[in-house]
């Protein structure tokens, strides 16, 4: 061969074995040498299985987050631990507590400098559940975006993520539960992505219903509900078919998750012009005029235990929300069309309200897995 | 002859090139609601109904099943069990690019048609959400425990039947149930060409649905459909003829 032809043939060979090895698959890079300060610590996570109930969807679980018991527990303590906030006040527990069923019982929450938010708490449950964003509007698209908004929210916990990484960074466990639930090698390697991550997996074990009066007799027929009970659940589902009024209620709350997981207007107020709205809610985050006064169906598990209602927290009981739907609510251009006046008569009224009551479910409040680690 | 040799490396890159030798391409499937052939908003403007009596719509919403291309040789290529299509949430131009669903790398070739369910098949619609993978389509739709169904469509509106201006009759219609399934076939080629994207374009014409063979569906008499069976059945065969390929 002479000179050209040779430069030629390992060009040929040099490109073509290039070509071959971009067909192999995708080889990992070996995991870099562990030198960190935590290397020394065993990290083998245990895979955390959700309950499953009856009828209820599979939870879909972002594959770069996968549940596990150090996950789990380290998500529990980052949720009840104020170190989370500018003067270690307040923590997420603050404005969520177990025996409300994690709402906070008023009508706006004050946080941590006394500011008040402009919407009411809303309570933690089925969360995992959701599908179209979390938030009274759908603001924020995972549990593990939601759980980092609070921390720098200049009303609710107003600190920095920075700091509490550092924080975290200090902390005589943090940096051992990190290195459990994520193989951290080193502290140095905390972020609040990871915490973001933690706090969404423990939300995502806080599943309701199973321990209901609701479960019990319409799931399992393990009991018979009261004729007040039934009459309401058929007021609610439609179950009638005329010989009881259609309260139009399970189109938004559908079970099993008692939410259709839309942003509606139930029509809270009166407006002439979508642009009228005080609190835009879900136009708000999409930009489009018809979506202004549109909120989150929110679930009703627990919902005796979540007073005060709706979105800014105007109604302090269940008759008085049984009144507004009765009525039909206030008339604007985009009232959802499912919400038209209900005659329904005082009997029918209460009715309802006991068979909300049937989705009240103590176990998940008194549950010791989602009470204080400290 | 020297000089072909630098050419040599990049014949053979051609060559050997990593995927098989068969042609694929993409389809993509657009669909758009219209209302007498203008895209329709989902943002409060009316459309004529009859005598000078108006209606909007609110939510458009509805699923397609066993999505197909038909080969010529009569068998068929399937390309998605089941697509949640979503029309809500339009403005005027956003109302005019509709939605799509893609599918990609279908072999390359000529096919007679396409035909899907508008609605779900028997057997998908028997599943409850209980038993479907997370990740569906149907885990983002709504089941009517109820009837044991899936909603298979649901067109949401007011209308003004007294022409003042206000909205203030509710529609309400909610298809589903094995019996409101509609399958249809979309005759007229579907060339899938290598690597390109193929677009088929629908037209959902709700003017059609509502006031379709000149025998005008009765929204004053009918406000909400969810359990009327019959009535259902008529809304269903309305919404199936309105459905067309441009």
């Not at chain 1, 071959?20 to 610590?41: F, M, N, Q």
């Not at chain 2, 009759?169 to 399958?183: A, F, L």
């Not at chain 2, 003017?207 to 069976?229: L, R, V, Y």
Request: negative net charge; charged residues 25%; glycine residues 8%.
């Amino acid at each position: 061969m002479n000179r050209i032809n040779k430069i030629s043939f390992f060009v040929l060979v040099a490109i073509v074995a290039l070509f071959c090895d971009s067909c192999k698959p995708d080889e990992v890079d070996p995991p870099p040498p562990t030198i960190g300060d935590l290397e020394g610590i065993n990290y083998s996570p245990t895979p955390y299985e959700l309950p499953r109930l009856i009828d209820f969807p599979p939870m879909l679980i972002p594959e770069d987050n996968p549940m596990t018991q150090e996950g789990v527990q380290l998500g529990r303590m980052l949720f009840f631990d104020p170190i989370l906030s500018i003067d270690s006040s307040m923590s997420c527990s603050s404005c969520h507590l177990a025996e409300k069923a994690f709402a906070d019982g008023q009508r706006f929450s004050r946080g941590v400098q006394g500011g008040i938010t402009d919407r009411s708490s809303m309570a933690i449950m089925n969360v995992g559940f959701k599908r179209h964003g979390l938030f009274w509007d759908g603001r924020s698209a995972t549990l593990e975006d939601q759980a980092l908004l609070p921390v720098e929210d200049e009303i609710e916990l107003h600190e920095d993520w920075p700091n509490v990484v550092e924080k975290f960074k200090r902390h005589p466990d943090y940096p051992t539960k990190f290195r459990a639930a994520f193989g951290i090698t080193d502290k140095s390697e905390i972020t609040k992505e990871l915490a973001g991550k933690a706090i969404a997996q423990f939300e995502r074990t806080m599943i309701v219903g199973a321990g209901s009066r609701y479960y019990e007799i319409f799931v399992l027929n393990e009991d018979l509900p009261s004729d007040e009970e039934q009459n309401g659940f058929l007021m609610f589902t439609d179950g009638a078919r005329g010989s009881l009024p259609d309260a139009q209620c399970f189109h938004c709350h559908a079970a099993p998750l008692f939410t259709d997981r839309d942003f509606r207007n139930n029509g809270l107020d009166s407006v002439a012009d979508v642009a009228d709205f005080k609190d835009y809610g879900r136009g708000r985050v999409t930009n489009f005029a018809n979506d202004n006064g549109k909120f989150a169906a929110p679930t009703l598990w627990n919902i005796e235990l979540t007073a005060p209602y709706m979105h800014d927290g105007r109604f302090q009981t269940l008759e008085e929300v049984i009144d507004h739907y009765a009525s039909g609510g206030h008339w604007s251009p985009n009232r959802d069309p499912l919400m038209d006046s209900i005659s329904l008569d005082a009997e029918q009224k209460a009715e309802l309200v006991s068979f909300l009551k049937t989705l009240t479910d103590t176990s998940f409040i008194n549950n010791p897995d989602f009470q204080s680690p400290f | 002859m020297k000089k072909f040799i630098y050419l040599l490396p990049f014949i053979a890159l051609t060559i050997f090139s990593c995927g098989d030798d068969d042609a694929v391409g993409d389809l993509e499937l657009n669909f758009v609601a219209t209302y007498d052939g203008q895209p329709v908003a989902t943002d409060g403007t009316f459309y004529d109904y009859q005598n000078d009596q108006k209606i909007q719509f609110e939510n458009i919403r509805f699923f397609i099943a066993e999505i197909e291309l038909e080969n010529n040789d009569g068998s068929s290529t399937s390309l998605s069990e089941v697509e949640l299509i979503n029309l809500s949430g339009k403005d005027a131009v956003t109302a005019a690019e509709g939605e799509s669903v893609s599918f990609e790398e279908i072999k390359g070739g000529d096919y007679k048609s396409i035909t899907f369910h508008i609605g779900l098949s028997e057997r998908l619609n028997n599943l409850k959400p209980a038993d479907i993978e997370a990740t569906s389509p149907l885990q983002d739709g709504t089941y009517w425990s109820g009837w044991g169904s899936f909603i298979f469509s649901t067109v949401e509106g007011k209308a003004d039947l007294d022409n003042d201006g206000i909205a203030e009759h509710n529609m309400v219609y909610h298809i589903g149930g094995n019996q409101s399934v509609r399958p249809k076939t979309f005759a007229g080629e579907v060339e899938i060409k290598n690597n390109k994207t193929t677009t088929l374009n629908f037209e959902i014409d709700l003017k059609d649905m509502f006031m379709g063979n000149g025998q005008p569906f009765d929204i004053e008499k009918f406000s909400a459909i969810h359990t009327e069976t019959d009535v259902m059945e008529d809304l269903a065969d309305r919404m199936t003829e309105a459905f067309n390929r441009n």
